[in-house]
Structures are given as structure tokens and as C-alpha cells.
């Protein structure tokens, strides 16, 4: 079993940070790309950030471009959103991924965190 916990929403003004954490934890082999998605209010969940093992990433929405930074530490199975600028548009709930190779399996699938709440007032 695999699991994914996340940490550090919460409520900041436009213009505030926040860093949001996620951490793997269970019977893993290797873990391999991991991401952030978010879903706000009546809107569908989409992906905002991916980072491979190796580090490279990719941002898969333009508005968070230059305000969100995507890290990773391999030996600490945690990966890292760094969102700066906030805008209420952010608001939203955000969910970490992980592409993980369990320990008791050899085919990779993919685990999502519990969701943590991002609310950036006006």
C-alpha cells in the first residue's frame, strides 16, 4: 500500500506564498514522476506542475509560469510546490500524484494525495 500525505494550505492574501508539501510513504520500489493538480469550485481537476526523478520539470498551466516552482527530494519521497504571487484565482484544492512501482508489484501506477485547500483572498 501506498500513501500520500500532504501539508501546508491554508488562507493567504493576493500577492502572499505558500508552500505545499507531499510526502511518500508504504511499500515502494521507486517512485517515479510526481505532480501537483488542483480543482477549484464547479471546475474540472487540472494538472499544474510534473517533475521527473531526474528533476526536469514541466508546468502544464501558463498562468502559474515564473510563480510556481515544482521540487522534489528523492530521499526524503517528498515532493514540493513553491507558489508565490497568489492570486484568488488559485484558489482551489490541490492534490498531489506520485507514478510509483510499489514493492509487492511491477507495474507503475499512479497514487494521489488527499487534496489540501488553497484560498488566496482579494
Known amino acids: 500500500q501506498v500513501q500520500l500525505v500532504e501539508s501546508g494550505g491554508g488562507l493567504v492574501q493576493a500577492g502572499g506564498s505558500l508552500r505545499l508539501s507531499c510526502t511518500a510513504s508504504?511499500?515502494?520500489?521507486?517512485?517515479?514522476?510526481m505532480g501537483w493538480s488542483r480543482q477549484a469550485p464547479g471546475k474540472q481537476r487540472e494538472l499544474v506542475a510534473t517533475?521527473?526523478?531526474?528533476?526536469?520539470?514541466?508546468y502544464d498551466i501558463n498562468s502559474v509560469k515564473g510563480r510556481f516552482t515544482i521540487s522534489r527530494d528523492n530521499a526524503k519521497k517528498t515532493v514540493y510546490l513553491q507558489m508565490n504571487s497568489l492570486e484568488p484565482e488559485d484558489t482551489a484544492v490541490y492534490y498531489c500524484?506520485?507514478?510509483?512501482?510499489?514493492?509487492?508489484?511491477?507495474?507503475?501506477?499512479?497514487?494521489w494525495g488527499q487534496g489540501t485547500q488553497v484560498t488566496v483572498s482579494s
Open positions: 500524484y506520485a507514478w510509483v512501482v510499489a514493492a509487492t508489484s511491477p507495474t507503475e501506477a499512479r497514487y
Open positions: 508504504g511499500s515502494i520500489f521507486r517512485i517515479n514522476a
Open positions: 517533475i521527473t526523478s531526474a528533476g526536469s520539470t514541466n
